[in-house]
């Protein structure tokens, strides 16, 4: 106990001296924060990194849809100055002004190119700045997919009031019970929505909704190169075979969406005749 106790204070005294490291606030950063143009592409699908704004964490899902979908533009935008770890996680008026800048392009995107397709992608951080953009988005715009990753995000975040009225095909949350980033690293120092708690990355939402997708983290996983902590979201292999289906714009949704809810269900059912015989 007191050695985790020990390696949690160098953890945060790592983050804070990080955080130091550049000079750049977050207000002249953001004026940097668009979307690329989108030159000849049916669709668009944005990536967002984790909160040190650094690209890696989702590049092998951009190069597999570069390569798998050459007529969609795949856009990682770096939300914050790189390596402001700490100001990027709680710097929740310098985030909402970022999200609703992005979300203002988007709706003007949405608006040129109606018939196209767009997405968000968000990893930790990032998985919780794609809520706050989401949820920014004018009434009555809507995006086809939002893909969470480890999202830092509350789990009482409401996702069918505020996120599902402006997504079209699914919401996807993928987490981890063994991701201690976003439980310990959440509970010290707060999510982007700023609750000082397990993030849905950690436990998952807490709540139902027709449109909510969430993929738990499974043993099975490993043989992907995914032992259930945060790092092991960016193995390759895992990014391919677990993530980029729900990513992919013409993996057909409804097919997985219905499978995905018949496993649930299937698996309640199991659940509840366990309970009655005293099996588990």
């Keep these: ?32 924060v668009h979307l690329s143009p989108v030159l000849g592409a049916r669709g668009k ?7 040190s ?32 770890l700490l100001d990027n996680l709680t710097d929740i008026d310098a985030n909402r002004a970022v999200a609703q800048q992005l979300a203002d392009e988007i709706a003007a995107y949405r608006r040129d190119n109606p018939g196209s397709f767009f997405e968000i992608v968000g990893f930790s951080g990032g998985g919780g700045l794609a809520a706050l953009i989401v949820d920014a ?15 830092a995000i509350s789990p009482e975040f409401p996702v069918g009031a505020r996120l599902a009225p402006h997504v079209r095909e699914v919401i996807v949350n993928f987490y981890s019970p063994l991701d201690q980033t976003v439980n310990v690293g959440t509970t010290l120092f707060g999510t982007i929505d700023r609750v000082h708690t397990a993030s849905a990355g950690h436990t998952g939402f807490d709540i139902d909704d027709p449109k909510l997708v969430q993929v738990r983290w499974e043993p099975e996983m490993i043989w992907s190169g995914h032992l259930g902590s945060h790092v ?3 193995s390759e292999a895992w990014q ?5 289906p729900w ?18 269900t299937c698996g309640s059912e199991d659940a509840d005749a366990g309970e009655v015989s005293g099996k588990r």
């Design 247 to 264: 990513v992919d714009p013409a993996a057909p949704i409804s097919i997985m969406v219905a499978a995905w809810h018949k496993e649930q």
């Design 232 to 234: 092991y979201y960016q």
């Design 137 to 151: 988005l004018p009434e009555g715009v809507m995006i086809d997919r939002l893909v969470l990753v480890a999202a």
């Design 53 to 84: 704004n650094q690209n890696r964490e989702l590049r092998p899902l951009a190069d597999a849809l570069k390569a798998k979908r050459p007529d969609v533009a795949v856009d990682a935008i770096r939300w914050g100055p790189p390596l402001q």
């Design 45 to 51: 699908i944005i990536l967002l990194p984790g909160i």
């Design 1 to 32: 106990m007191k050695a985790s106790r020990i390696s949690r204070y160098i953890i945060a005294f790592i983050v804070l001296v990080t955080t130091q490291s550049t000079c750049m606030s977050r207000a002249k950063f953001a004026k940097t």
């Design 240 to 244: 391919r075979k677990y993530l980029l």
